[in-house]
């Protein structure tokens, strides 16, 4: 499996970004697939996923839309509202568990397949 982020950026308070997580090498419709982001000093943490439906993490509900494309093999991160402490590298990572199995997770540890990262600042 293989994951590519993109969309770095630079952006002031209150505006917006869009991420992008393109997948090759898979059958895409088979992963969940996820955000995570790692800000400096801090641990990984999850940022939302995607399968049959959404999840989301509670800092970022409402401003952060996860958008999944079957046919394109690409999950997208649309990020408004931002706020400095959404600084961070953002990652894309893709797991075979399923939200059919009732698997809701935001664990890193529960992904195993990863993107390397993408920087997202947010200045004040």
Do not use: H
Not at 17 to 28: H, I
Not at 36 to 54: H, I, L, N, W
Request: charged fraction near 20%; charge should be neutral; aromatic fraction near 12%.
């Amino acid at each position: 499996v293989q994951l590519q982020a993109s969309g770095e950026g630079l952006v002031q308070v209150g505006g917006s970004l869009r991420l992008s997580c393109a997948t090759s090498g898979v059958s895409f419709d088979s992963y969940t697939i996820g955000w995570f982001r790692q800000a400096p000093g801090k641990e990984r943490e999850g940022v939302s996923c995607s399968d049959s439906g959404t999840y989301y993490a509670d800092s970022v509900k409402g401003r952060f839309t996860i958008e999944r494309d079957n046919a394109k093999n690409t999950v997208d991160l649309q990020m408004n509202s931002l706020k400095p402490e959404d600084t961070a590298v953002y990652y894309c990572a893709a797991t075979k568990r399923r939200f059919s199995t009732g698997f809701y997770s935001l664990n890193p540890e529960d992904f195993g397949y990863w993107g390397q990262g993408t920087q997202v600042t947010v200045s004040s």
